[in-house]
């Protein structure tokens, strides 16, 4: 079984500052790990994903991550935040198996003020 | 890349109708599909996942005679909400994964309200 905890339901930061969403995720098999933002009335984008290979994952829009297995974590970080970076975030677990949906963080909320 | 619609993006309906809403992979095969329900600042829920050419598995909870799932080909998933109640109303999402890649693509979403 699979499940993800996103700590934080809302985050607020202003523009420039880092940006911190935490992810961490349950799996009785080796994970893979996304990132997912949402804005206002639209459909889901890929924001990173981890699957194997280097722990450190860079996705678009100056996002990256970091696999922690230690940790059980996937947390989400921006260097330096932009007010464009105002959406929902989720974090969502999956495996490389036949038939396994990916299973749904609740969600972050992230704040840009100016 | 891979490219996944969905049809209608919108929709609004009475109750009692049924509204059918299609999941589409446009340049892949998919031989497993999901839908996914979202309520308004809410996580996406998954509701079932299809197989081609055998019946959807729900998870726990989701009524089965109440939204049909059918996946007849290697390129489309249909849903379909039987009754509909006001309670219907919500943001339905679909996915499909690649047979190739195991990787899932995620569709436009449709918003559905039921008046």
């Known amino acids: 079984a699979q499940s993800v905890t996103q700590l934080g339901s809302h985050v607020s930061v202003s523009e420039g500052a880092l940006v911190l969403l935490r992810c961490n995720y349950s799996s009785s098999v080796p994970p893979y790990l996304f990132w997912y933002v949402q804005y206002p009335n639209q459909g889901l984008q890929l924001l990173l994903k981890?699957?194997?290979?280097?722990?450190l994952v860079k996705g678009i829009n100056g996002f990256e991550a970091e696999f922690k297995k230690s940790e059980t974590s996937f947390h989400l970080t921006k260097p330096s935040a932009h007010m464009s970076d105002a959406a929902e975030y989720f974090c969502?677990?999956?495996?490389?198996?036949?038939?396994?949906?990916?299973?749904f963080g609740k969600g972050t909320t992230l704040s840009v003020s100016s | 890349g891979a490219v996944v619609s969905q049809h209608p993006s919108r929709v609004i309906c009475k109750s009692g109708t049924s509204v059918k809403i299609e999941c589409r992979s446009l340049?892949?095969?998919?031989?497993?599909m999901f839908w996914y329900r979202q309520f308004p600042k809410k996580s996406l829920m998954l509701m079932a996942t299809s197989n081609e050419g055998s019946k959807a598995t729900y998870e726990q909870g989701v009524e089965k005679d109440k939204f049909l799932i059918n996946h007849a080909s290697l390129t489309l998933s249909t849903l379909t909400v039987t009754s509909a109640h006001p309670e219907d109303s919500s943001f339905y999402i679909c996915?499909?994964?690649?047979?190739?890649?195991?990787?899932?693509?995620f569709g436009p979403g449709t918003r559905l309200t039921v008046t």
């Open positions: 340049d892949f095969q998919a031989t497993t």
């Open positions: 981890y699957t194997t290979g280097a722990t």
């Open positions: 996915s499909a994964r690649s047979h190739l890649t195991y990787e899932q693509y």
């Open positions: 969502a677990v999956g495996a490389n198996q036949a038939g396994t949906a990916l299973i």
